[in-house]
């Protein structure tokens, strides 16, 4: 079971309520740009640090397949016969360097970062290949 860190999610929680109390400065202040920026990022900062606690598991292996989180906070399992490939797409910019697991199942592609999953991708790849074969 892959799960995202406690610690993320309560960075995410607080970033929310940081631009909340922002939005509410510049409205009292009466700045309505400020409150344009704020608002929105408020929002969609709680919106993934909501449901980093709502959903912390975003992918789980057993015998018979994988689980994977599907939309905002529904889980979708796939069996193993299903799994097409799974893959770590790394990628170079800028000096430096990024993972991403990918998992093919033929009609949907779930990409999962490191942060999603509390571990590496290439790690999580090579238990998710050891346990599909």
């Known amino acids: 079971?892959?799960?995202?860190?406690?610690?993320?999610?309560?960075?995410?929680?607080?970033?929310?309520?940081?631009?909340?109390?922002?939005?509410?400065?510049?409205?009292?202040?009466?700045?309505?740009?400020?409150?344009?920026?704020?608002?929105?990022?408020?929002?969609?900062?709680?919106?993934?640090?909501?449901?980093d606690v709502l959903v912390p598991v975003r992918l789980a292996a057993d015998e018979r397949g994988i689980t994977v989180v599907h939309g905002f906070a529904g889980h979708r399992h796939v069996p193993w016969e299903d799994i097409r490939d799974v893959k770590v797409d790394v990628r170079?910019?800028?000096?430096?360097?990024?993972?991403?697991?990918?998992?093919?199942?033929?009609?949907?592609?779930?990409?999962?970062?490191p942060h999603e999953l509390g571990a590496s991708p290439t790690e999580v790849a090579a238990e998710l290949r050891r346990r599909g074969t």
């Not at 800028?94 to 999962?112: A, C, K, P, V």
């Open 1 to 51: 079971m892959w799960k995202v860190r406690r610690e993320l999610a309560v960075f995410k929680i607080l970033g929310a309520a940081a631009c909340a109390g922002l939005a509410v400065y510049w409205w009292l202040s009466g700045d309505v740009r400020g409150v344009i920026l704020a608002v929105p990022a408020a929002v969609l900062v709680g919106g993934m640090g909501l449901r």
């Open 92 to 113: 170079r910019r800028w000096g430096l360097r990024s993972e991403m697991l990918e998992i093919d199942t033929g009609d949907n592609l779930h990409l999962f970062s």
